[in-house]
């Protein structure tokens, strides 16, 4: 084969890559119903999933089924995923539990939050709300810690799930007050802040679209945020920085992966409709009236991300001791 000949035989073979990659790129679409696994049950993820699916639906051209695993931390969910077939039918609406946490938190763990789901995007994040039942004594920090020192080790605080922010923050908070507390761990928001409202337990740290509607009625107080400057709704609650620990900030989040080894092109999509979606304006809107910032990245973004916040939490367990119950 000549120099012509061999010239002809690359560029035919370059253009034959770019037609046929565009190509697949533009017709990957779903041939069946999607599902949305939320490892958790009650919770802003679930709310998030819910705003999100039929605007995906309608994106993508299948309908979109959110389906609630939880259980074990979110692990049940996250596993599911991670063992899903990878051709984009099963993505998983994952947070700081299943992603971050439970690595350091638990003995063993079934899957690889970093080798066997996919980041798509990291969809929201927020401090949380130190929230107290308004029966107690407790109308700032100082007081919760003098309470918590009185009460001989019976004040209790609810979280979301073992291995969830708002468990490890509130142990966070322990360790950094050096007051004891006990742990009391739900399958989700809901039951958490059915107890919390009923005084079966005194106070929990959670993210504000669980409980804004309680602080307006009165049936919680809130006494502090876990965030590095107050929330513009609540300008007169302190921050924990404020409140005397300079060093304190927790921040939840919450973001969309699929299963490790799903093509390129079809994450590609998922990240181009679901940015789409988390920035438009009315989903925009009601996130932020959940005092959620929209972050909408790219899949990198998101990787690197959970990959700061493995050791970042791996930390806070290791110094609190904290561990699966």
Known sequence: M???????????????ISISNSVFAK?????????IIVPIVGSTNDVLARIVAPKLSEAIGQPVIVENKPGAGGNIGADFVAKATPDGHTLLVGYNGPLA?????????PYDSVKDLAPITLAVAAPQYLVVNP????????????????????????????GSASHLTMEMFKL??????THIPYRGAGPAITDLLAGNVDAAFLVPGNVQQFLKEGRLRLIATSGQKRFPST?????????????FLATSWIGFLTTAGTPKPVIDRYNKELVKILKSTEVREKLESMEFEVIA???????????SEIPRWGKV????????D
């Open 135 to 162: 029966a107690l004594p407790i109308k700032n920090v100082q007081e919760m810690v003098a309470y918590a020192k009185s009460s001989g080790g019976k004040m209790s605080y609810a979280s979301i799930a073992v």
């Open 297 to 307: 990245g790219s899949p990198d973004q998101f990787r690197n991300w959970i990959g």
């Open 317 to 324: 367990i290791k110094a609190t001791g904290a561990k699966a």
């Open 101 to 109: 946490i439970n690595v350091s938190l638990f003995e063993k763990m």
């Open 27 to 35: 017709e990957w679409s779903p041939s069946k119903p999607v599902k």
């Open 235 to 247: 300008p007169t609650v302190p921050t924990l920085i404020e409140s005397g620990y300079p060093d």
């Open 176 to 181: 950094a007050a050096g007051v004891e507390i």
């Open 2 to 16: 000549n120099m012509k000949q061999k010239w002809k035989a690359t560029i035919f073979f370059l253009v034959w």
